[in-house]
Each structure stands twice: as structure tokens, then as C-alpha cells.
């Protein structure tokens, strides 16, 4: 299959999409997709910021950033839309520069990229990063003039950081692992709900 098929076939049930199982790129989008139908909106990149413990702020600014930023670049052939949604199926046009390459251009996971990153940047343990060691990495990843690439890069990575580092400061290989194919978005919006329940409990 070439690659422009691989950009426009996608799973349909029930009217529901369903990323496609060879594009971990689609995956890792799909959870901000509330209503499941392929297209993400700014309100629902909101609603999945919330929904994995961010603030309004961090939430909102969130939706403005990656919609403004990715609804043309997912939208080939299509004129502006006021609205900003982001094609699913086209995800991996969205891609930028200075990233780490663990999503290919058909947005497929490369194991080695992924493996790479704690090979060579992870000094203090090898299945975790630090603050300096995740700095280490984006520099190194960064391409030449690629300004806005270093600016996504950064606040993905360092908004990654900031949420899920553990009580020593390290960001963990498992981590990383389930947020490349977006198991780990479920997984905090599961933990924030029980915490939600257990308060309830409490009052």
C-alpha cells in the first residue's frame, strides 16, 4: 500500500472511527477525538486537556496551539475552516521538524528511534530521564532554522514532563512508551475519575 492510501483509508463502525492499527500516530490523537468521529476539535482538545488533569489555562491554550497549527496541515485540498478541526486520517501531515522520529512519515512507531532516546540521553538511569537529560534530547533533535519545530518539540515534551515525571523528577521509559500510542491519556483520565469518586467519598 502506498502512501497516499495509507493517508486516506480508514476503519468506519457504526460511524465511529477507528484509527487505523499501523498508524500508533493516529492512536495517540484518537483520545482527544470525544465524539469519535474523526475529527478533532478545539473544544474537544480542551475537553482532553481537562480530562487528563491540565488547567483551564494550560487546557485552553492547549486548543488554540495544536488546532491552529494542525487543521490545514490535516486538511489537504480544503479550504480554512473557522472551526479548526483536525483530520484523524491525515495526522501524519501534521508532523513537525526536530522531533524525535519515533513516528515515521506514514505515522507508523520505529522502535529503534524510540529505543534511541534513552540510549543516548538517559545518563542517570537508563529507563528514565531527568529535567537536564530531556533538554539534552531536544537540543540534540533540533534541525537548523526549524524554529517552529523547536517550539512544538519543547512544549509537547516539557508539558509531558510536567505532568507525569515521578516523585524523583524522572520521566520513565513506560511513560513515554504509552503516551507515543495514547494508552497513557486513558490511563490518566481513568486515575483523575477514581480521585474525582474517592473525594466525593471524603466530603
Known amino acids: 500500500m502506498d502512501s497516499t492510501n495509507s493517508i486516506t483509508n480508514h476503519k468506519q ?54 488546532n491552529m497549527g494542525l487543521s490545514r496541515k490535516t486538511r489537504p485540498g480544503k479550504g480554512p475552516s473557522l472551526l479548526f ?3 484523524i486520517q491525515n495526522i501524519n501531515l501534521g508532523k513537525h521538524g526536530s522531533d524525535s522520529g519515533v513516528y515515521d512519515k ?13 540510549r543516548n540521553h538517559a545518563r542517570t538511569h537508563p529507563d528514565a530521564l531527568t ?7 531536544l537540543k540534540a533533535n533540533r ?7 523547536w517550539v512544538a518539540s519543547w512544549t509537547e515534551w516539557k508539558t509531558l514532563y510536567s505532568l507525569c515525571k515521578d516523585s524523583n523528577g524522572l520521566l520513565k521509559k513506560e511513560t513515554v512508551k504509552a503516551v507515543y500510542d495514547g494508552s497513557l491519556f486513558e ?12 473525594d466525593k467519598k471524603k466530603a
Open 131 to 137: 529535567s537536564s537529560e530531556l533538554m539534552g534530547m
Open 13 to 66: 463502525e457504526k460511524g465511529k472511527f477507528k484509527p487505523n492499527d499501523h498508524n500508533v500516530l493516529q492512536k495517540h490523537v484518537f483520545f482527544f477525538d470525544r465524539n469519535q468521529d474523526g475529527l478533532v476539535y478545539p473544544w474537544e482538545t480542551f475537553q482532553g486537556f481537562r480530562a487528563i488533569g491540565c488547567g483551564v489555562l494550560l487546557s485552553a491554550a492547549s486548543a488554540v496551539f495544536i
Open 106 to 118: 506514514d505515522g507508523r512507531f520505529v522502535h529503534e528511534k524510540f529505543e534511541a532516546i534513552f
Open 85 to 87: 478541526p483536525i483530520e
Open 187 to 198: 490511563r490518566m483520565e481513568k486515575e483523575k475519575e477514581k480521585q474525582k469518586a474517592s
Open 143 to 149: 534541525e537548523p532554522k526549524d524554529y517552529a519545530g
